[in-house]
């Protein structure tokens, strides 16, 4: 099996864009859709603390990194930074329209504080995992236009702008571990990865469940409807879950990188489609 690694033409681009200043958004923009506007509000409450998670975590092991994977990491921060600042004008949206989405902060700041005292590295891998997540989601997104199909549109365009950019840095904090941990051997740092993996799957998949449902919870959607739905939601039509496991899968097998799936091809046909929605920096 050959060995997979980041494509040596990618570019990372940060596109310092804009999205839905001025805009009055319906409560449930994703396709008058509660249950699909809560899976995807729920998810971006997240970002914010999330992606300075991110860059802190990478940004950590910057220094003496081969000029190469350095710029990608100055790209990756920069991407990063931007994303926080769409999605937490995203989120003004989603409090405008009267959520309380502190118990979603919480589980968030809950889940940052089991990296607290932990070392450097272990905070790396966890940011390697989730940032496995955001691209394997993000590569759906772009694949398979049912999952935004009915969303207003500038919506709809801040999430693939955001899914462009989380393929092209897909596998900056994976090349940071490697660097870090190149003194390791293989069977350490496979097993670190995995735990860690399995960990934060069980951390991640919890919180946005119980995030969604609370936001329901707010739209009178509560028990057995709000269960059953959020769940045929994620692993059955659309079934955004279901369809990435195969890839979620593909973490803990021998050879793995991100890069071994080169989906670049998503990216023009996706920036077509959002340009009409964008404004200017």
């Known amino acids: 099996m050959t060995k997979a690694t980041t494509p040596t033409d990618l570019t990372i681009t940060p596109r310092d864009l804009r999205f839905g200043r001025g805009v009055r958004r319906a409560r449930w923009w994703m396709n008058n859709d509660p249950i699909a506007t809560a899976f995807y509000n729920a998810l971006s409450v997240t970002f914010p603390k999330g992606e300075g998670f991110f860059i802190d975590s990478v940004r950590a092991f910057r220094a003496g990194t ?32 009267g959520y309380d989405v502190s118990l979603l902060d919480r589980h968030v700041d809950e889940a940052i504080a089991l990296t607290e005292g932990k ?45 462009i950019e989380e393929i092209e840095h897909k596998g900056v904090a994976y090349d940071t571990w490697l660097h870090a941990t190149r003194d390791w051997p293989r069977l350490r740092r496979w097993a670190v990865k995995a735990l860690v993996m399995l960990t934060t799957t069980r951390k991640f998949l919890s919180g946005r469940y119980l995030g969604t449902i609370e936001l329901l919870r707010q739209d009178g959607i509560t028990g057995l409807r709000a269960h059953l739905g959020v769940l045929h939601y994620a692993f059955v039509r659309p079934g955004m879950v279901r369809k990435v496991l195969g890839a979620w899968i593909s973490y803990f097998l021998p050879g793995f990188h991100p890069w071994r799936h080169d989906d670049r091809k998503l990216i023009s046909r996706a920036e077509s489609d959002y340009a009409a929605a964008v404004l200017p920096a």
Do not use: C, Y
């Not at 990608?72 to 405008?96: C, G, L, P, S």
């Open 66 to 97: 081969p000029s190469r994977l350095n710029a990608e990491i100055n790209a990756f921060i920069k991407q990063e930074v931007m994303h926080t600042r769409e999605h937490v004008a995203f989120n003004r949206h989603v409090t405008d329209q």
């Open 119 to 163: 070392p450097a590295i272990a905070r790396l891998a966890a940011t390697m995992a989730l940032e496995h997540f955001t691209a394997i989601l993000a590569h759906e997104l772009l694949a398979a236009p049912r999952h935004l199909a009915g969303a207003e549109l500038e919506a709809a365009a801040m999430w693939r702008w955001h899914a």
